[in-house]
């Protein structure tokens, strides 16, 4: 029900925007979110956004750099990466959390019911 895609091999310093596109039902009123995991990592948390696109919550590691965006209407959430680093390397998930979690626990993937397949992100130095 939810199909992450592009992804792909970009060098350092460039920029890929990811979309995960719903299907089946609508995410319009959920939180939607993007983890990562990458070669011999743990799942790790990247962005979120509320359902109405007010809100976003970002790790550290990427603030700056990742923006997350949605558009309700294609049942679409994006997330615009740039200055990309080697260390972003990894297969990034879109999530769907249909209860409308709290803002404080976005970056837990408990709080996400629905997940993507994921889409590969290598970026070389």
């Known amino acids: 029900q939810l199909q992450a895609s592009g992804g792909g091999l970009v060098q350092a310093g460039g920029s890929l925007r990811l979309s995960c596109a719903a299907s089946g039902r609508t995410f319009s009123s959920s939180v939607m979110g993007w983890f990562r995991q990458g070669p011999g990592k743990e799942r790790e948390f990247v962005a979120a956004?509320?359902?109405?696109?007010?809100?976003?919550s970002f790790a550290d590691s990427v603030k700056g750099r990742f923006t997350i965006s949605r558009d309700n209407a294609k049942n679409t959430v994006y997330l615009q990466m740039n200055s990309l680093k080697p260390e972003d390397t990894a297969v990034y998930y879109c999530a769907a959390g249909v209860v409308r979690p709290i803002l404080s626990t976005w970056a837990s993937p408990g709080v996400y019911e629905y997940w993507g397949q994921g889409t590969q992100v290598t970026v070389s130095s």
């Open positions: 956004i509320s359902w109405s696109g007010i809100s976003t």
